[in-house]
């Protein structure tokens, strides 16, 4: 087909010069004769060690007992901590202990919405409170989730624990800590609750522990 173009086409379809030749600026790796062949490790052996004369290898540390070691060294970490704290805390002289516990409920599992208002509003019924008290952490501000109720009488508060009924935006739980270490001073060290930053002190006994009414009881 292409004899049949014209001549100015054909000259479309004319191939182009050959690239121009140049010598390489290095010569290629087999054409040099400089390099040295390849020799074996043997005169260089007198310049180890003597394996007699090298120490005895270091055991390295596995994942496993690594952490093991660190769990280790913060439970004794902790028992420290516990020991110096239990030293220097002292029930009877507790700043920020307040008011009678046995005129105290200790109300746990507070929503964080409800406010001291909602509280007294819901608990009041029962008997005069005397004062409400509500947790509230000392870096963030926010509240902790728990409160405590101080009622005028003692007999109100035992009222509350048997007839109180938590309702849903509260979901709290009561309990009466008038098993304190203001009252009782052989006292566990292992019942003693503090919330974090010092904001209060409280003990109670476990077998003091009553839930508040709602589906389970």
């Not at 476990?206 to 589906?215: D, F, I, M, N, Q």
């Amino acid at each position: 087909m292409t004899q049949f173009l014209p001549p100015n086409l054909l000259a479309l379809f004319a191939p182009r010069d050959p690239i121009p030749y140049l010598p390489p600026l290095e010569k290629l790796p087999h054409e040099k004769h400089h390099n040295q062949p390849y020799c074996g490790i043997a005169p260089y052996i007198r310049e180890f060690e003597d394996p007699r004369d090298a120490p005895p290898p270091t055991r390295a540390e596995t994942r496993e007992e690594r952490m093991e070691r660190k769990r280790r060294e913060k439970i004794e970490r902790r028992q420290q901590e516990v020991e110096t704290e239990l030293k220097m805390w002292d029930p009877h002289n507790d700043s920020n202990a307040q008011g009678d516990a046995f005129k105290t409920l200790f109300v746990a599992r507070v929503n964080y919405d409800t406010t001291e208002s909602k509280l007294r509003r819901e608990f009041e019924v029962y008997g005069p409170i005397k004062r409400i008290h509500m947790v509230y952490s000392k870096r963030s501000g926010k509240p902790r989730g728990y409160a405590f109720i101080e009622y005028e009488h003692e007999r109100d508060m035992h009222s509350t624990l048997r007839l109180a009924f938590a309702p849903v935006w509260l979901a709290a739980d009561a309990y009466a800590p008038y098993t304190t270490s203001h009252y009782m001073r052989h006292t566990s060290t292992r019942t003693a609750r503090r919330s974090t930053g010092g904001e209060c002190w409280w003990m109670w006994s476990e077998a003091a522990r009553s839930r508040v009414g709602g589906p389970g009881g």
